[in-house]
């Protein structure tokens, strides 16, 4: 199936979005005055894109309780699998398919310093980025927990854990 791509150009922000309903990504073409939180990717929408695109693919998977609803309200069901999900839980997986933030000393300072200070916040707190620093507390946690998963028991951990995750309602 095709996925809807929308550019917006008046936008003064550096980011983007993916959406349910109807299922669809949206990226600000505006590029960030500096480099992407240090990334070592030349292009900043292609990041963006990764990120997002992955919220889709993450998002719309045929996993979990909502699959048994789709052929009743259609395609767009799988997203209900969202809300069984924390934030750091589905920006962690963006986060870490991007790569851009991954390869990044500035991006890895975010969580590496609070874990070598012992003063890392809790996962309560990571569900919701926030007004004072650490800003973006999801992504960190989500990326350093997806991350450390992907390193210790592989990738493919990742899904089952995602698939138990979504199949909470039935077990």
């Given at each position: 199936?095709?996925?809807?791509?929308?550019?917006?150009?008046?936008?003064?922000?550096?980011?983007?979005?993916?959406?349910?309903?109807?299922?669809?990504?949206?990226?600000?073409?505006?590029?960030?005055?500096?480099?992407?939180?240090?990334?070592?990717?030349?292009?900043?929408?292609?990041?963006?894109?990764?990120?997002?695109?992955?919220?889709?693919?993450?998002?719309?998977?045929?996993?979990?309780?909502?699959?048994?609803?789709?052929?009743?309200?259609?395609?767009?069901?799988?997203?209900l699998?969202?809300?069984?999900?924390?934030?750091?839980?589905?920006?962690?997986?963006?986060?870490?398919?991007?790569?851009?933030?991954?390869?990044?000393?500035?991006?890895?300072?975010k969580?590496?310093?609070?874990?070598?200070?012992?003063?890392?916040?809790?996962?309560?707190?990571a569900?919701?980025?926030?007004?004072?620093?650490?800003?973006?507390?999801?992504?960190?946690?989500?990326?350093?927990?997806?991350?450390?998963?992907?390193?210790?028991?592989?990738?493919?951990?990742?899904?089952?854990?995602?698939?138990?995750?979504?199949?909470?309602?039935?077990?």
């Open positions: 199936e095709k996925i809807r791509v929308v550019l917006e150009g008046d936008i003064l922000e550096s980011n983007g979005y993916f959406s349910f309903f109807p299922p669809k990504i949206t990226l600000f073409l505006n590029q960030p005055a500096s480099r992407f939180l240090g990334s070592k990717h030349e292009s900043y929408l292609k990041s963006l894109f990764k990120h997002e695109l992955t919220h889709y693919f993450h998002l719309n998977q045929n996993v979990g309780f909502a699959r048994y609803l789709r052929p009743i309200f259609g395609p767009a069901t799988y997203s699998n969202s809300f069984l999900m924390p934030k750091w839980w589905i920006e962690g997986i963006a986060t870490y398919s991007e790569n851009a933030r991954g390869n990044s000393n500035l991006f890895a300072l969580y590496e310093a609070p874990i070598y200070e012992e003063k890392f916040f809790s996962l309560a707190k569900t919701y980025n926030s007004p004072v620093f650490p800003y973006d507390r999801s992504y960190i946690a989500g990326y350093f927990i997806v991350s450390k998963l992907a390193q210790e028991f592989g990738e493919d951990k990742i899904g089952e854990i995602n698939a138990n995750c979504t199949s909470f309602p039935l077990k």
